[in-house]
């Protein structure tokens, strides 16, 4: 038997999902995966992957598995999954499906923006990474990969192409979003921007963020802290942070980017269990596809300001006077 616990418990799933065979068999069905050339084996392994992206940090549970399997968009995860394998016909089917609506999703992301990005660049550009390409060659990073059908495919799309304008953004403002990692999938409400009016709760959502960021940011070491806010808020260099702080230049940056995942981490825990100080306890606790409206709808309506969150001092603005006047 397997003695490494990473090569037991990819035991233990393949025996989990043989036990639920016929199901999979009848999901590859109602897939259409056959349309694509995708065989059992491949599409098997596309579920396979899912489930251990979902239950990576618990353990699976026959019934959690098989309820979780059920909610699968399997047909997106076909159509991606015979993409990510380069079925031509699947590649056909989903340009001539998919660029109109790409292209919409993003003249509604890019609307009134100032990033300079064109809608359709924004839209277009997203085919090189979803098929792959390498320095004019098709590789193994189509961004596919990353998706497991949690969510439908428009949705998950749409998310990316919020996340390379954000990437713009964030090059124009020198802002670091707490967006997830690019391409990295997370469960979302289905909604077609084209048809649908806006969420009733949107501004509700927005709100639960900013108050667990700010709870959040509180929690943080006070160092980390002062690194947040000599970065975002007063604009400083790398090496003017380690001058100040007396650390390299490399390890403001290491911690820079250790604090931004331990915040989001805590932004996460507050919104899912309602509590992370004070300000927000006896809220009702958020689904993980609430969750990630609260952080794509406060990257939409607008940038987080650090300036905001970190409030100059008057003691800051004096001292920085004393400078400018010698």
């Known amino acids: 038997m397997p003695s ?20 999979l068999d009848s999901l590859y069905a109602e897939s259409g995966a056959s349309n694509w050339n995708l065989t059992h084996l491949q599409f098997n392994a596309a579920i396979e992957r899912s489930v251990r992206k979902r239950f990576a940090d618990c353990l699976m549970a026959e019934v959690a598995v098989e309820e979780y399997i059920e909610t699968l968009h399997v047909e997106d995860l076909a159509l991606a999954t015979s993409c990510m394998q380069g079925s031509e016909p699947a590649w056909e089917y989903f340009i001539r499906s998919y660029r109109p609506y790409l292209r919409a999703s993003a003249a509604s992301i890019t609307k009134n ?3 300079g990005m064109d809608a359709q660049e924004l839209a277009d550009s997203l085919f090189a990474e979803l098929y792959g390409l390498v320095d004019g060659k098709r590789g ?21 192409l919020a996340q390379r304008h954000i990437d713009r953004l964030r090059q124009a403002r020198r ?15 289905p909604r077609d921007i084209t048809t649908a009016p806006l969420d009733p709760h949107r501004d509700r959502y927005v709100h639960r963020f900013l108050v667990s960021l700010t709870d959040c940011l509180a929690k943080l070491e006070a160092q980390d802290r002062k690194r947040l806010e000599l970065y975002y808020a007063r604009e400083k260099t790398l090496a003017e942070i380690g001058r100040m702080l007396g650390e390299h230049e490399s390890s403001v940056s290491r911690n820079l980017e250790r604090a931004r995942r331990e915040l989001r981490a805590k932004v996460e825990a507050s919104l899912r269990t309602g509590y992370s100080g004070d300000s927000t ?20 309506d607008a940038p987080i300001d650090f300036r905001q969150l970190f409030p100059e001092k008057p003691a800051d603005r004096k001292q920085a006077g004393r400078k400018e006047s010698s």
Request: charged share 25%; hydrophobic share 35%; net charge neutral.
């Open 113 to 115: 923006s100032r990033s």
């Open 4 to 23: 490494d616990p990473q090569q037991s418990a990819a035991a233990d799933l393949a025996s989990l999902l043989r036990k639920i065979q016929s199901r």
């Open 140 to 160: 193994e990073t189509s961004l596919f990969r990353y998706f497991h059908g949690r969510s439908s495919l428009r949705t998950w799309l749409r998310t990316i």
């Open 175 to 189: 802002w670091k979003s707490l967006e997830p990692e690019h391409g990295d999938e997370r469960p979302v409400l």
């Open 281 to 300: 306890s006896g809220l009702a606790p958020l689904s993980d596809a609430e969750i990630t409206l609260c952080f794509q709808y406060a990257a939409e």
